[in-house]
């Protein structure tokens, strides 16, 4: 009997995310999203008050940013331009975890500068945001980071 409810309520919720995915792709503008998906890390890391979870936050978003962007560069149908323009905001988003971890010649961000550094980088990133991927291949990435 159980299994019986199971199998239709999965379906349901599994439907129900699929049309809030659809939905949240059509109506927004990629660019925006983007902005906001930093803007609600960026609140989260000042929001914390232990300095170690501060770097888990940022850590954790730089790392489904490039997460996103790898699973979105290996699709065969992109374009050269849409390739070029992943490759630097995985270019951007890597030297972002090397500078806030430490990593090949950068120094670690200090714990105290963490929030500061959490408002450069997003900054960093709407300025970025200027490089031209096609509505599609955002659209994908938004959506991949929504599922991570």
Known sequence: MCSKLF????????????????????????????????????????????????????????????????????MNRLSPEDRDGIAGLKSNISAKLDELNGRNGYDQVEDIQLDDFANYAQNDFEQANRVTLSLTTALLIIIILLLI
């Open 7 to 74: 199998k239709p309520l999965l379906i349901s919720l599994f439907l129900g995310f699929l049309l809030q995915c659809s939905a949240f792709a059509q109506s927004s503008n990629p660019s925006e999203k983007f902005k906001d998906y930093f803007n609600e890390v960026v609140q989260k890391v000042e929001k914390e008050d232990d300095f170690d979870q501060k770097r888990v936050i940022l850590n954790d978003s730089f790392e489904n940013m490039m997460t996103a962007y790898k699973r979105v560069s290996s």
